[in-house]
């Protein structure tokens, strides 16, 4: 993947209205056994900590559609900015204007791209402990893995990564060791 440079991040961030925002990333298909509804209930437990979260969904908008009523039931619209469906440079975009990457599924997955992407671009994952997610995310190596349906865990690991720049600088590069050794 190519790393886009500050200039394209920068835009982006402006494009989406992210400038001076801490942002999670969802993506892939947007659907129920993704986690969708977890990650609205774990924003709406991490905004009091950071009122500038802001969770970007990054998947076709009209999958988004469906969880809109569930994101205002929770009280957490105003944190969702839906990307739409992005490719190319806008995704590269995306990745690096991310600062955890989330993999919340409560599905049996595979390994997960969104976790082999976020690696590529030094990003640290929380993810779920369903599936194959646990031989790609290391705990406590390069992010954390936790079971989607405990809120309050996979929040306080989202946490740890949002309060602690150094944390997720360290946990990014890890991932991208592992990736390209």
């Given at each position: ?53 802001r ?50 599924s409560?599905?049996?997955?595979t390994?997960?791209?969104m ?67």
């Amino acid at each position: 993947a190519t790393i886009p440079d500050d200039a394209e991040v920068a835009a982006f961030r402006e494009r989406f209205d992210l400038v001076g925002k801490l942002t999670v990333a969802i993506g892939g298909r947007l659907h129920e056994l993704k986690g969708v509804r977890q990650v609205f209930e774990m924003l709406a437990l991490l905004r009091g900590e950071f009122p500038e979260i802001r969770m970007l969904a990054l998947g076709k908008e009209e999958a988004y559609a469906g969880f809109e009523a569930y994101a205002q039931e929770v009280g957490v619209q105003d944190l969702v900015v839906s990307t739409g469906w992005l490719d190319g440079a806008d995704l590269h975009c995306a990745m690096a204007a991310t600062d955890v990457m989330l993999t919340p599924s409560t599905c049996f997955e595979t390994f997960g791209m969104m976790n082999l992407e976020a690696m590529e671009f030094r990003r640290p994952v929380v993810a779920t402990s369903f599936g194959g997610c646990p031989e790609v995310v290391r705990d406590g190596v390069n992010g954390f893995v936790a079971n989607p349906y405990d809120v309050e865990a996979f929040a306080e690991r989202i946490a740890r990564l949002l309060r602690d720049p150094e944390l997720r600088a360290e946990m990014g590069d890890a991932g991208h060791k592992l990736l390209n050794d």
